[in-house]
């Protein structure tokens, strides 16, 4: 998987995380050089282009960590924007639905759909405990619905029994009426393929949609045929929906192209791939391991990690020592709101606290939004220097200046001052004298 792409991306990177310095056309250089790997991992043009532009943009003028080489750095950058490209988090099948939850599979004939229908029930049934029902929804190539039921026999998945002579729809219908009465908790539909995409084929394909109401409509695709499967799923979208893509063969699959590009291209999620002939070989797409594996560097991805997370606790003990000093402006503000919205914004910082997930709504009602402290910063960016080191000058004029060069308001204001005051009026309780020094005292 991956190989071709893989050796190319790690052969230019392995160039530029050596050295010591790296000037902003060393940075150019390599990026031309990824740029090329791409276009002939066969990635679609725009995906290389947006790519190859935000890596450009964070890499060139890289700030230097200590401990961190520039072009470690910059082999982190190419990381991260991989792993966004690739869609940023694995996207599961989705059950959650009353059940029978409905599966259907579409694809062309002889993108692996009937085997990744039954690599899918074997994993549901194997791994997830589902109860699955797998029915070929094929009648026009005579040996299809028989194909399915060997292999639910091989994976020892049920299959509804086949009746000659009913069409899709009534297949379908009949499918979700069986795993009802059977207590089953997925059905899977495996769709008729066809060569190329016809107007019939994808008639038919709504039709079923309409009678089976599936929760999910998944895209068998062939990688190996890379853009032509971005394609195609953008059609098959267009044409009754998708939800996810499964693309098989990517054991053989040494480019990426279609993997690379699916997600940026279609805005649907790759959801699983085909890794083997074998009904165990199926994978979830993972975007963070599959960048690891294109790239081949993760020690270095984690070793700049690490010292951005030191970076981050040494600014954390610098605002410790000034807290212990008694000492709070509106630039120490500032930088804490910055800290927070780096975990997130306040969705972000909610969402790691359990139960408080379901909040959300009710602090966006509020006000609380995620884009609150990016108003907040802005709000202090509109300080004068000597207003943000004495907030006390802030009288009726000013907070105007401010707030129409914030695109706030005057409330927005008193509501980040009040809470200003009570941040410092704590600080000097805890670092001043008053408060014996209690801080001062904690940080040794
Ligand atoms: P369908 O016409 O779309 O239902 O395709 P089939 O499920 O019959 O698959 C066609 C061929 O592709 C079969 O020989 C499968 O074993 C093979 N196949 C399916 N998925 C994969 C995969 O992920 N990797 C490999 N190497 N072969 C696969």
Request: charged share 25%; proline share 3%.
């Amino acid at each position: 998987m991956f190989d071709s792409l893989s050796d190319r991306l790690s052969g230019i990177l392995d160039g530029l995380t050596g050295r010591g310095a790296l000037s902003d056309q060393d940075v150019q250089a390599a990026l031309r050089e990824v740029r090329r790997a791409l276009i002939e991992a066969d990635v679609a043009l725009p995906v290389v282009r947006s790519f190859t532009e935000s890596v450009r943009e964070k890499a060139v003028g890289v700030s230097t960590l200590k401990a961190i080489k520039p072009g470690q750095q910059v082999v982190k950058i190419v990381h991260d924007e991989l792993v966004e490209m690739l869609g940023s988090d694995a996207e599961p099948i989705d059950l959650n639905a009353a059940a029978p939850v409905v599966i259907m599979m579409v694809g062309l004939q002889g993108s692996g759909k009937t085997t990744t229908t039954g690599k899918i029930g074997l994993r549901l049934q194997k791994r997830q405990n589902q109860k699955v029902l797998m029915a070929s929804l094929d009648t026009r190539r005579p040996a299809a619905q028989e194909q399915l039921r060997q292999i639910g026999e091989q994976v020892d998945v049920a299959t509804l029994p086949i009746i000659a002579g009913q069409t899709p729809v009534e297949i379908s219908a009949r499918a979700v009426q069986a795993a009802r009465l059977g207590g089953y908790d997925v059905v899977i539909l495996d769709t008729a393929g066809r060569t190329s995409i016809d107007a019939e084929l994808m008639a038919e394909a709504a039709d079923i949609k309409r009678a089976a109401n599936p929760h999910e409509i998944l895209l068998v695709a062939d990688s190996l045929t890379g853009q032509d499967a971005v394609t195609l799923a953008e059609n098959f979208d267009e044409a009754v929906g998708v939800t996810g893509i499964v693309l098989t063969r990517m054991d053989g699959d040494g480019r990426g192209g279609a993997a690379l590009s699916m997600r940026s291209v279609t805005g649907k999620p790759v959801k699983l791939i085909g890794t083997g002939e074998k009904m165990d070989a199926l994978e979830d797409f993972h975007p963070s391991r599959i960048a690891d594996r294109i790239l081949g560097m993760g020690d270095i991805v984690s070793l700049v990690e690490r010292a951005a997370e030191q970076i981050d606790a040494e600014k954390a003990a610098a605002m410790a020592r000034k807290m212990a000093s008694g000492k709070f402006d509106m630039n120490d503000l500032a930088d804490q709101l910055r800290q927070m919205q780096k975990m997130g914004g306040l969705g972000g910082i909610m969402g790691m606290m359990p139960g408080m997930g379901k909040m959300k709504d009710q602090m966006a009602a509020a006000g609380l939004d995620d884009k609150l402290f990016g108003r907040q910063i802005a709000i202090i960016q509109s300080m004068t220097k000597k207003e943000r080191e004495n907030p006390a000058l802030l009288k009726h004029s000013r907070k105007k200046r401010i707030a129409a060069g914030s695109g706030t308001d005057a409330a927005q204001i008193n509501k980040l001052l009040k809470m200003h005051k009570q941040m410092a009026d704590m600080m000097k309780a805890m670092g001043g004298k008053k408060g014996g020094g209690k801080m001062r005292q904690m940080m040794g």
